[in-house]
């Protein structure tokens, strides 16, 4: 017989070259990669990932900006006004004692700098709320962010299951191509002996080269799956070549439902969100009932103006002593009485607010029954997989012994190549069953993550 192991090696040179060209460019970078290393590339490649996190930082602005409130306000300014008419008081006559001579009432183009000081004192918890919601936003934003890794790393682990499935499907495809190979050239020792006809060397060969799409296809699944594997860890560009280390094993899991319920309804995305929504929307309400509140607010005004010479007019800008400096300082109470009254926008943002927290909190019970059953749907479809993964372990043993018996019978003339066909394509059917259902397992052990709201266990 000839060796299987250069069989597989002539067979996968063959399909490499047909199906990827030619080999990788001179000096392409070949990257191996394990489970945990794509994962950690594909977290820090991904731009979904980068959009979160200025989306979080952004939200981190947004709360600074409404803890401003707390601080002081400091603004300055200068004026210049121009007095086309420049106001003049008229003579005074005052009879024997002579006359008093009128002046200039105001500069002509005076010149102010102002400096405004404000501290609010207290607005009866506007501040204190808008800081509140602006807390919430940025923690929405950092459970969306941690969301959107989790989901990334189920992903890649996905994508890096389906590529480990193909290979194993290539794994067991060319086996048994090799096999069959095996029989043919049985097949034509027997012939050459006198021993069958040239039937069983030509249904031999038919049933290789019959067999060798199902190869070819394998191989072109291979590249698929690399192609999906490379796009979840964002890797773009011909200049490196990637490898994906890794063997096609079950996942370990406890299956203790309440457990894992209880730890949906604590990590699950959407249970975290939409109580997070809720709590935004309680801030908000509570935002829209201190609009109503009064505001006291402290102020400070220095202002330095330019002064005038009376008899002639003219600005002074540059005597320091015509300069005059103004301080002023007050406690300003506002209250906003139309917000009291109950048809104005305040009172109904207030009912607003209510009517859509009370719709949150419905909707709430509902995603919560949905997780639920998400979870023990799940629980079952992995014990439905673990017993598949029983049987096709069982199947793949008596297949195995039974294709070693026929084997052996078809080499000493015991039976025909087509018995020995059938039992080829039982132990590869066999095998890829078991694959299949190691495959399936894990997928759904993923998607049991998925349902608890975890990248894993």
Same mark, same amino acid.
């Not at 799409?213 to 560009?237: M, Y």
């Given at each position: 017989m000839t060796n299987r192991k250069s069989s597989l090696f002539l067979l996968g040179a063959v399909l490499c070259g047909a199906l990827l060209g030619a080999a990788p460019p001179a000096g392409a970078e070949v990257v191996r990669l394990t489970l945990d290393e794509a994962i950690a590339l594909g977290l820090q490649n991904s731009t979904a990932i980068a959009s979160?996190?200025?989306?979080?930082?952004?939200?981190?602005?947004?709360?600074?900006?409404?803890?401003? !409130?707390?601080?002081?306000?400091?603004?300055?300014?200068?004026?210049?006004?121009?007095?086309?008419?420049?106001?003049?008081? +008229?003579?005074?006559?005052? !009879? =024997?004692?002579?006359?008093?001579?009128? /002046?200039?009432?105001?500069?002509?183009?005076?010149?102010?700098?102002?400096? +405004?000081?404000?501290?609010?004192?207290?607005?009866?918890?506007?501040?204190?709320?808008?800081?509140? &919601?602006?807390?919430? /936003?940025?923690?929405?934003?950092?459970?969306? &962010?941690?969301?959107?890794?989790?989901?990334?790393?189920?992903?890649?682990?996905? =994508?890096?299951?389906?590529?480990?499935?193909?290979?194993?499907?290539?794994?067991?495809?060319? $086996?048994?191509?090799?096999?069959?190979?095996?029989?043919?050239?049985?097949?034509?020792?027997?012939?050459?002996?006198?021993?069958?006809? +040239?039937? $069983?060397?030509?249904?031999?060969?038919?049933?290789?080269?019959?067999?060798?799409?199902?190869?070819?296809?394998?191989?072109?699944?291979?590249?698929? *799956?690399?192609?999906? =594997?490379?796009?979840?860890? !964002?890797?773009?560009?011909? %200049?490196?070549?990637?490898? &994906?280390?890794?063997?096609l094993a079950q996942i370990p899991v406890q299956l203790d439902r309440d457990r894992l319920i209880a730890q949906a309804m604590s990590s699950k995305y959407q249970i975290l969100s939409f109580r997070k929504n809720i709590d935004i929307l309680k801030a908000q309400d509570s935002l829209n009932r201190s609009m109503n509140r009064p505001t006291l607010v402290a102020w400070g005004n220095y202002k330095l103006a330019s002064g005038f010479d009376r008899v002639s007019g003219d600005n002074q800008y540059f005597e320091a002593d015509a300069w005059d400096g103004t301080l002023t300082a007050g406690i300003n109470l506002s209250v906003p009485i139309s917000a009291l009254l109950p048809w104005s926008k305040e009172a109904a943002a207030i009912r607003k607010s209510g009517i859509q927290l009370q719709d949150l909190e419905l909707q709430f019970r509902s995603v919560a029954s949905g997780v639920r059953l998400a979870v023990e749907s799940s629980i079952l479809?992995?014990?439905?997989?673990? *017993?598949?993964? =029983?049987?096709?372990?069982?199947?793949?043993?008596?297949?195995?012994?039974?294709? %070693?018996?026929?084997?052996?019978?078809?080499?000493?003339?015991?039976?025909?190549?087509?018995?020995?066909?059938?039992?080829?394509?039982?132990?590869?059917?066999?095998?890829?069953?078991?694959?299949?259902?190691?495959?399936?397992?894990?997928?759904?052990?993923?998607?049991?993550?998925?349902?608890v709201g975890v990248a894993g266990f």
């Open positions: 979160k996190r200025a989306a979080v930082a952004a939200a981190q602005e947004d709360l600074k900006a409404a803890k401003a !409130g707390y601080y002081p306000s400091l603004s300055a300014g200068v004026s210049y006004t121009h007095l086309f008419e420049q106001p003049k008081s +008229d003579d005074i006559d005052l !009879g =024997a004692f002579g006359t008093i001579p009128g /002046g200039y009432l105001a500069a002509s183009d005076p010149i102010a700098l102002s400096v +405004d000081l404000g501290q609010t004192i207290t607005t009866f918890g506007k501040i204190s709320s808008g800081v509140k &919601l602006a807390e919430e /936003g940025v923690a929405q934003a950092g459970l969306a &962010l941690e969301e959107e890794k989790r989901k990334l790393v189920v992903q890649i682990k996905q =994508a890096f299951f389906g590529y480990l499935l193909a290979q194993e499907v290539l794994a067991i495809n060319q $086996e048994t191509f090799a096999s069959k190979e095996d029989a043919l050239e049985v097949a034509r020792t027997r012939f050459r002996a006198g021993v069958v006809a +040239d039937f $069983e060397v030509l249904r031999a060969e038919s049933d290789l080269e019959s067999f060798r799409s199902n190869v070819i296809s394998a191989a072109n699944n291979v590249r698929i *799956a690399l192609l999906n =594997a490379l796009n979840a860890l !964002g890797i773009e560009g011909e %200049d490196v070549e990637v490898e &994906l280390i890794g063997e479809k992995i014990a439905e997989e673990q *017993a598949k993964i =029983a049987s096709g372990r069982k199947s793949v043993e008596l297949a195995q012994r039974l294709y %070693d018996s026929a084997v052996q019978q078809y080499e000493g003339g015991y039976i025909s190549s087509s018995d020995l066909r059938d039992a080829q394509i039982a132990l590869n059917s066999a095998k890829l069953g078991y694959t299949q259902a190691v495959f399936g397992y894990n997928q759904n052990v993923l998607a049991l993550a998925d349902a």
